[in-house]
């Protein structure tokens, strides 16, 4: 059974990019021995109990046997989808680069959704989603590519260039504030601070209760 690891959904029509609420939402998880000396998993040891990793190893474990069982997430496995926004969150989990997501890549990663994780790992994580071309900056058209990502998620939704660019124009004149046609770190992080409902969906409140929601979760395969 194929089973999508994000799942994410526009909930509403934007005028800006705030506007926009992008929702992941976790469903499993993988095999491998977690120790907690895995320097991937620190940020997140943290803030959950051994009894939560045992959890999220069981819920990563079934999303890494859902098409190949090697104890690896492969991005087909990540979601059904095949879009540019699933691929930029695979890329983020990815922390090693290597094409798969291991456990303690998958731990670490999604402790930046844990509702005490640090703002300011919320906020970085957000950038780099946008930041395609991986040079420090959002520009115009990578804003362009992934909204149109976000928004063809809905598929009763009809896209219109003009509605689109209305929504990258609008983001543009109240993040980019130097006029340079380009959003750097600062800039995000002053708009973000100045707009915290965009934290909302970058928070995955289940986290917090990880043997409550195993069972809700796993209903949702």
């Not at 939402?25 to 977690?34: F, P, R």
């Not at 895995?38 to 997140?44: A, H, L």
């Not at 009809?158 to 130097?178: A, C, G, P, Q, Y």
């Not at 409550?212 to 979760?217: E, G, N, T, V």
Request: charged share 25%; with cysteine; proline share 3%.
């Amino acid at each position: 059974m194929l089973v999508n690891a994000l799942h994410y959904s526009c909930l509403h029509t934007a005028n800006s990019i705030e506007d926009l609420e992008i929702v992941p939402c976790a469903h499993s998880l993988q095999n491998a021995i977690c120790s907690r000396t895995n320097p991937y998993i620190c940020t997140f040891s943290s803030l959950i109990s051994i009894n939560d990793v045992e959890v999220l190893f069981e819920l990563f474990q079934k999303i890494s046997r859902s098409i190949i069982d090697d104890g690896l997430i492969h991005k087909e496995e990540f979601s059904l989808e095949k879009n540019l926004f699933a691929d930029r969150l695979f890329d983020l989990f990815d922390i090693k680069y290597n094409g798969v997501i291991e456990f303690g890549e998958f731990v670490r990663t999604l402790g930046i959704f844990h509702p005490n994780a640090p703002t300011e790992d919320k906020i970085l994580f957000g950038f780099r989603l946008y930041d395609l071309r991986q040079n420090g900056y959002i520009e115009k058209q990578e804003l362009r590519e992934m909204v149109l990502a976000v928004l063809s998620h809905e598929s009763e939704l009809l896209l219109w260039d003009h509605f689109v660019e209305i929504i990258v124009d609008k983001t543009f004149k109240d993040v980019d504030t130097r006029g340079d046609g380009r959003i750097d770190l600062d800039e995000w992080k002053g708009f973000v601070l100045k707009n915290p409902s965009l934290l909302k969906n970058m928070t995955l409140p289940y986290l917090k209760d990880l043997n409550f929601s195993i069972s809700q979760l796993c209903g949702e395969l």
